[in-house]
């Protein structure tokens, strides 16, 4: 790694990631998950104006940059920390942590070297970027075949927020790293909605998306959403507080054996 990038790494890590990384943001256009994008159902996520990152919503979300770079940096969420994740109307804790850290790496960064920065969210209509492919293109881990993003610390209970640079560096990825060819693949058997049972296009539909998931797209985003739905209302029938949590179906992350410390 050269000595540029890996300062920047190591500067994510001091203000609080758990992990960094630097991604090439042309590259982003012809990631696995932009490709399958057109196969898969339409997903509007959870509600965007939580986040204090996201622009405003119209038609006409910004364009995205063609050149420069992505530092992409990970927090940790362990089982032993649930709360991290827990929706409370205003978004979760994790996320909160990683909006924050990131602004400090932002605001250092432009501190020290004057380079134009944003931080990305995850709402890709609107300006973000696909962050578990930008996490692979900097070298954190591969696609598992949870669809999740799996490292070799933490497996895939992590949580992503993307920074744009405006200066082209090296790539610190992708990496060789795939636990998934080894494994029975519990994360398939696990979901309460058989969402990973299936295939989201075909072979002659996949062309070159071999890298997601696990190169057989068995992903049922419908699915994944249903499980979804019946969280949140379980959350509104639960809730006995001035604020509602949610508390959404984690089974493939927490089943998988990759970055257990037990």
Request: net charge positive; glycine share 10%; proline share 7%.
């Amino acid at each position: 790694m050269a000595t540029r990038e890996r300062k920047l790494v190591e500067l994510a890590k001091t203000r609080g990631a758990s992990l960094a990384g630097i991604a090439a943001i042309n590259q982003l256009s012809g990631s696995p998950s932009q490709m399958a994008a057109p196969l898969l159902a339409p997903h509007s996520g959870i509600d965007p104006t939580v986040d204090g990152s996201v622009v405003a919503i119209d038609k006409h979300p910004p364009e995205r940059e063609s050149e420069g770079s992505v530092l992409v940096i990970g927090l940790e969420h362990p089982a032993d920390r649930p709360d991290l994740d827990w929706w409370d109307g205003r978004g979760t804790a994790g996320n909160r942590l990683l909006i924050e850290t990131l602004e400090q790496v932002r605001k250092e960064i432009e501190c020290r070297f004057g380079w134009v920065t944003r931080q990305f969210h995850y709402y890709v209509e609107r300006g973000g970027i696909y962050l578990k492919d930008a996490a692979v293109l900097a070298g954190l881990g591969c696609i598992g075949r949870n669809n999740l993003l799996v490292t070799p610390e933490y497996g895939p209970r992590v949580r992503l927020r993307g920074l744009y640079l405006g200066v082209d560096l090296s790539p610190t990825g992708p990496s060789a790293f795939n636990p998934c060819r080894a494994c029975s693949a519990p994360c398939r058997t696990v979901c309460p909605e058989q969402a990973l049972d299936g295939c989201s296009f075909s072979p002659a539909e996949r062309r070159h998306l071999s890298a997601l998931p696990a190169g057989d797209g068995a992903y049922s985003r419908n699915d994944c959403m249903r499980r979804m739905k019946k969280d949140e209302a379980a959350g509104s029938s639960n809730d006995t507080s001035s604020s509602r949590r949610v508390t959404y179906c984690r089974r493939c992350e927490l089943v998988c054996p990759v970055g257990r410390t037990v």
